[in-house]
């Protein structure tokens, strides 16, 4: 796709990401609208992957570490076809396969997350086995800027530069904000670029809404040799809705009628 098509793709999946958190009066819609464009650009632009054939062995392999956002990757799987959008509207009813973590039960799926800081220790192993099979296929995984605060992630760093993962791209979701409020507030990230440059990483800082810049950072981290990359991208808790954006509050908030309303209306306008 085109920059033109993935801000289409996007406008859309927002409406669809606003309209599962208001309908199930449940989600993390916050988070969800800030890694929204980073998932649009992965399964739209970047990754080699078919949705008639979910365990096609050469495909890309995606871990959502930051489980908690998981109606983004839904609301995405859904416009891919690895499942009906129809299914959408049952997110996180009784009963679903849609429930509020990444659930491998689903195709397109490759694990379970939402304990933070344990699906990066997962895409490090996936990326270790892909180097010992000398496969072509990458790892990518999205990561919380809350989720930092785990001791495992940084186990994972270690490990991905010390086995030479270039096959791996990490994404921070920089979008500054954890449940409880500010980042640098409640367990500061401080350089956090200098951080992984410390670990071994190729870090490459972008704009996590602009997909020229998105765009770029995959293909740098794609001819990047002998060391994994770590995308930071800054990006807006709530990105898209002007009343959610960089609120912490809106981490998991549940719209009331009249907050959908403008929420859609605003999304619309921006189309
Ligand atoms: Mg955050």
Redesign the pocket.
């Known amino acids: 796709m085109e920059t033109r098509e993935l801000k289409r793709s996007a406008n859309a999946l927002r409406k669809e990401i606003v309209t599962m958190c208001f309908k199930s009066k449940a989600g993390h819609v916050g988070?969800s609208l800030?890694s929204i464009d980073i998932l649009n650009t992965l399964y739209n632009a970047e990754m080699k992957h078919r949705p008639k054939e979910p365990n096609w062995p050469q495909r890309d392999r995606f871990v959502l570490s930051?489980g908690h956002v998981a109606e983004s990757l839904f609301a995405v799987l859904a416009q891919q076809g690895y499942i009906e959008k129809e299914e959408l509207a049952t997110f996180s009813a009784f009963g679903s396969r849609l429930i509020g973590h990444p659930n491998n039960k689903i195709d397109g799926i490759e694990m379970n997350t939402g304990a933070l800081g344990h699906g990066v220790c997962v895409a490090v192993g996936m990326a270790i086995a892909g180097k010992m099979d000398q496969s072509p296929w990458r790892v990518y995984c999205l990561m919380?800027?809350?989720?930092q605060a785990e001791g495992s992630v940084w186990e994972a760093a270690m490990a991905a530069a010390f086995y030479k993962l270039d096959n791996l791209v990490l994404i921070l979701?920089?979008?500054?904000?954890?449940i409880s409020g500010n980042?640098e507030e409640v367990m500061a990230l401080q350089d956090i670029r200098l951080k992984y440059e410390a670990f071994g990483f190729n870090v490459i800082e972008i704009d996590g809404h602009n997909y020229e810049d998105l765009m770029a950072a995959f293909t740098i981290a794609r001819h990047t040799k002998g060391k994994p990359t770590l995308i930071l991208a800054h990006t807006i808790?709530g990105k898209g809705v002007s009343f959610m954006e960089n609120i912490a509050s809106w981490?998991h908030g549940v719209l009331n009628e009249e907050q959908y309303e403008q929420a859609i209306k605003e999304l619309e306008e921006q189309e």
């Open positions: 988070g800030s930051k919380g800027d809350g989720e979701d920089r979008n500054g904000l954890q980042t808790k981490h």
